[in-house]
């Protein structure tokens, strides 16, 4: 049901021509590249073939501004797995937004969402239950005040091919 090239299909359908930017399956990692000389379009390429992925790479796309989307990875930093508590709490102030917009993706596709804390071998054992709810208070900030322009086009496509009439915070309880 959940098929990685129906997703493919309804982002560059969606996206594409107007913003020139192109979703990919990708090999072991994600990557976000602008367009550059050798490859004209922007890519958002995600990992492994697994929808989540994409839905995730593709928050992240929703989200940033145009000095970032011409950044490789937007220009986010990123520390690998094993971070500190201190390390993870700045993850985490970061990831807010992106996976807020995940969710709102997810939902729009009838697809389980679970928030990623990103720190499997990590020094300090995240807090998933806190992390979700301060990304579920987010999805209730998009609903209720709008989300950003991009989420809400790609919502709209998806709910449209998963016959998903529309998104209700109720659709956002906590895991």
Same mark, same amino acid.
């Given at each position: 049901?959940? +098929?990685?090239?129906? *997703?493919?299909?309804?982002?560059?359908?969606?996206?594409?021509?107007?913003?020139?930017?192109?979703?990919?399956?990708?090999?072991?990692?994600?990557?976000?590249?602008?367009?550059?000389?050798?490859?004209?379009?922007?890519?958002? =390429?995600?990992?492994?073939?697994?929808?989540?992925?994409?839905?995730?790479? =593709?928050?992240?796309?929703?989200?940033?501004?145009?000095?970032?989307? *011409?950044?490789?990875? &937007?220009?986010?930093? &990123?520390?690998?797995?094993?971070? %500190?508590?201190?390390? /993870?709490?700045?993850?985490?102030?970061?990831? =807010?937004?992106?996976?807020?917009?995940?969710?709102?993706?997810?939902?729009?596709?009838?697809?389980?969402?679970?928030?990623?804390?990103? +720190? *499997?071998?990590?020094?300090?054992?995240?807090?998933?239950?806190?992390? %979700? +709810?301060?990304?579920?208070? /987010?999805?209730? =900030? &998009?609903?209720?005040?709008?989300?950003?322009?991009? %989420?809400?086009?790609?919502?709209?496509?998806?709910?449209?091919? &998963? /016959?998903?009439?529309?998104?209700?915070?109720?659709?956002?309880?906590?895991?």
């Amino acid at each position: 049901m959940f +098929n990685t090239e129906d *997703l493919i299909s309804i982002f560059n359908r969606t996206f594409l021509n107007s913003y020139n930017t192109e979703l990919l399956l990708g090999g072991d990692e994600p990557v976000y590249l602008p367009a550059s000389e050798g490859y004209k379009k922007h890519r958002i =390429i995600f990992a492994r073939g697994y929808f989540a992925s994409a839905l995730h790479e =593709i928050a992240h796309w929703c989200i940033a501004g145009p000095k970032r989307r *011409l950044l490789e990875d &937007y220009g986010y930093w &990123y520390e690998p797995d094993g971070r %500190t508590a201190d390390v /993870q709490a700045e993850f985490e102030k970061v990831e =807010i937004k992106p996976q807020a917009v995940e969710w709102i993706l997810s939902a729009s596709c009838g697809f389980r969402f679970q928030v990623s804390c990103d +720190n *499997l071998s990590g020094n300090c054992e995240p807090d998933r239950v806190g992390f %979700t +709810n301060k990304v579920r208070e /987010q999805v209730l =900030i &998009y609903l209720e005040q709008g989300m950003p322009e991009r %989420t809400k086009v790609l919502s709209e496509a998806l709910r449209e091919h &998963y /016959q998903i009439a529309v998104l209700l915070p109720e659709d956002f309880s906590e895991l």
